[in-house]
């Protein structure tokens, strides 16, 4: 093993993982796709060099993006996904039977062409007949809708590049109009520690909250995202992230999860005092 794949996060720290082989590199129109091999994290893809999900740990991130909001809405059949082109925040929701439709707003057809060739387990439901895929940018494709998704999941890159738009207050008042009266927004809140990540994290929450009248935010530990402590936003028109939870209809569903559990679910909205501190001076 000679080869490492180093993503910097600060200027003074970084995460690195020995490579055994590269399986994919290639230039698409809108960003650097890699895909590398490794002992310890099986296959990752990376995007322009940052890390976008590995094997190893992609369910802590997909188990909540979507398990959350999906616990808490009482009949989530019509969904939006934007991003998440790698199929993880897909194969999630088609473990419900409820699920009646997902369209999947990815900007870069060949992230998931890669992904279905390369990290099959990931991918493995972006063919079901529920799921439709429209190859556009999200920025562009909410604004055409009204009163129509039931749950929107925001699983974008970072808030620089093609994801950048997905950041702006245009973007959250725009899928606030196109959730229905009851509808819940989840989305990638980025990582409260390092200050740069906590100034996007700061700046997020401030451009969510002028668009929904409830906005939580939760976390979990993801190993290979910047200092493994990552957020994810909540935002609703109705519903309450802990007091409209309904454990028992939810666990009576028996999924099989690996990090999500009902009572995980409450306890990732209790966050330290330094990160409610951070949300509080928006
Ligand atoms: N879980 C990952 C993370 O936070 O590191 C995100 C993974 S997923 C691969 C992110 C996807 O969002 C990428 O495939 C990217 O092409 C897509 N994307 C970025 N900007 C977009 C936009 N404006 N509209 C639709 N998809 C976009």
């Known amino acids: 093993m000679n080869l490492v794949f180093t993503e910097k996060h600060t200027e003074n720290v ?17 960003q650097l796709i890699e895909v590398f091999e490794s002992e310890d994290f099986g296959r990752f893809l990376a995007l322009d060099g940052f890390m976008m999900l590995t094997e190893k ?14 616990a808490v809405h009482p009949n989530p059949r019509n969904i939006l996904i934007i991003g998440g082109g790698d199929g993880g925040a897909v194969r999630e929701l088609c473990r419900y039977k409820s699920v009646e439709h997902i369209d999947l707003v990815e900007i870069d057809e060949q992230v998931v062409q890669v992904c279905k060739e390369h990290l099959p387990t990931v991918a493995s439901d972006l063919d079901d007949s529920r799921v439709k895929i429209h190859y556009e940018d999200g920025l562009r494709y909410i604004r055409r809708f009204t009163d129509y998704y039931d749950l929107i999941i925001v699983d974008s890159t970072d808030p620089f590049g093609p994801g950048e738009g997905l950041f702006t207050k245009e973007f959250y008042g725009n899928c606030n109009k196109a959730l229905k009266e009851d509808g819940i927004l989840s989305n990638q809140h980025e990582s409260p520690f390092y200050p740069l990540d906590a100034s996007a994290v700061r700046q997020i929450h401030k451009r969510v909250i002028t668009s929904f009248p409830l906005c939580r935010v939760y976390q979990a530990h993801i190993p290979t995202y910047p200092s493994g402590h990552w957020l994810f936003g909540f935002s609703s028109k109705k519903y309450h992230p802990v007091k409209d939870l309904d454990c028992q209809k939810w666990e009576e569903l028996g999924l099989k999860t690996r990090y999500y559990n009902t009572k995980l679910h409450k306890a990732s909205f209790a966050l330290p005092t330094y990160v409610e501190e951070l949300i509080r001076e928006v």
Not at 57 to 70: A, L, N, R, S, T
């Open 14 to 30: 970084g995460l690195s993982i020995g490579v055994t082989r590269q399986l994919y590199s290639g230039q698409s129109e809108f």
């Open 57 to 70: 740990d992609e369910f802590i991130y997909h188990e909540m993006i979507v398990h959350v909001p999906m």
